[in-house]
C-alpha cells in the first residue's frame, strides 16, 4: 500500500498534492482516480457528462471530501480554458481520456480521423497547455500513450498517429520543461477497458487465441504502477510501460547507419 505522507509537497509544505485526470468517470481513469484518493492525493475528475461526474464525486467523497470535478469536452480548447481556470495550481497532470475510431486506411472516413486526433491529441494539448503554467515545482505531465504509437497497428491509422504525437511531445516538453523543474513522461498501458474490449472481442473471434501483444492485465494494475512508479519517479522523457506484471520502458530510437 502507497503511504498518504508520501503525497505532501517536498518544500515543508503539508498540504496533499493535487492530481488532476481527464476520462476519469471510467476505465483507467477511474481506477487510478479511486486508487489516488485512496492514497491521500486530491483529486480533480475531469468528464464531459456532468451527471456521471456528480456520482463519481459522490463515490470518492465518502473516502475523501478532497474531490473537485471539471466538466467540459477536452476537444473544446475555449471550454477548456475556462474551467481549468478555476484551479489555482496543480501537481501532477494525467492526459488519460481518449477514444478510437478503427477502420482499414482505405475505408478511414475523414470524420473518424478528425475526431480521434482531435480527442487523443489535441484535447491532450489544450489541457496541458492551459495547466502548465499552474503546475508546482517538481510537478508532472503525464500523457497515455499506446503501443500503436511506438510500433503501429493495422486498422488504426488515426490512434496510431495520435499516440505517436504524444510520445514526440512527451520528448520535447521533457527537454523544455526540465530547467522548471517539471517531469514530463508517457505511459503506454496494456488493460483491458470498455474501449480496448470490442477490439479484443474481434480479434478472439478471428484468431481464437489472442496475440501477446493483446493479452492485456487489469485497469488496477496500471493504475497501481503510475502511483507506485511513474508519480513519485525522477525520470523526465521516458516512455513506460505497464501490461499486467510486465513492467518498463522504451528504449529512444537509435539511429543505425546503412554502411
Do not use: H
Request: with cysteine; aromatic share 8%.
Amino acid at each position: 500500500m502507497i503511504e498518504k505522507y508520501c503525497w505532501q509537497r517536498g518544500d515543508g509544505n503539508k498540504k496533499m498534492k493535487k492530481i488532476l485526470i481527464t476520462g476519469a468517470t471510467r476505465g483507467i481513469g477511474w481506477m487510478l482516480a479511486q486508487k489516488a484518493a485512496a492514497a491521500g492525493l486530491e483529486v480533480i475528475l475531469q468528464g464531459r457528462n456532468p451527471y456521471v461526474l456528480r456520482e463519481k464525486k459522490l463515490i470518492l467523497s465518502k473516502k475523501t471530501n478532497k474531490v473537485m470535478t471539471s466538466c467540459f469536452d477536452i476537444r473544446n480548447r475555449t471550454a477548456a480554458k475556462r474551467e481549468l481556470a478555476r484551479i489555482v495550481d496543480i501537481d501532477y497532470i494525467v492526459n488519460n481520456a481518449g477514444m478510437i475510431a478503427d477502420n482499414w486506411w482505405e475505408k478511414m472516413c475523414i470524420e473518424d480521423w478528425d475526431d480521434v486526433l482531435a480527442t487523443n491529441l489535441t484535447g491532450a494539448f489544450n489541457v496541458t497547455k492551459a495547466l502548465t503554467p499552474k503546475l508546482n515545482p517538481n510537478g508532472q505531465i503525464i500523457f497515455m500513450t499506446s503501443q500503436a504509437g511506438l510500433l503501429g497497428n493495422p486498422g488504426q491509422a488515426n490512434y496510431s498517429a495520435a499516440k505517436a504525437a504524444l510520445i514526440g511531445l512527451t520528448y520535447t516538453l521533457a527537454a523544455e520543461l526540465q530547467r522548471c523543474s517539471i517531469r514530463v513522461n508517457a505511459v503506454s498501458p496494456g488493460a483491458v477497458t470498455e474501449m480496448t474490449a470490442p477490439v479484443i472481442a474481434k480479434l478472439k473471434a478471428k484468431y481464437g487465441e489472442l496475440p501477446v501483444e493483446w493479452q492485456l492485465g487489469s485497469t488496477e494494475a496500471v493504475a497501481e504502477f503510475i502511483l507506485a512508479e511513474v508519480l513519485p519517479t525522477t525520470r523526465t522523457g521516458t516512455i513506460f510501460a505497464v501490461n499486467g506484471n510486465r513492467n518498463g520502458y522504451w528504449s529512444k530510437p537509435q539511429y543505425v547507419p546503412l554502411r
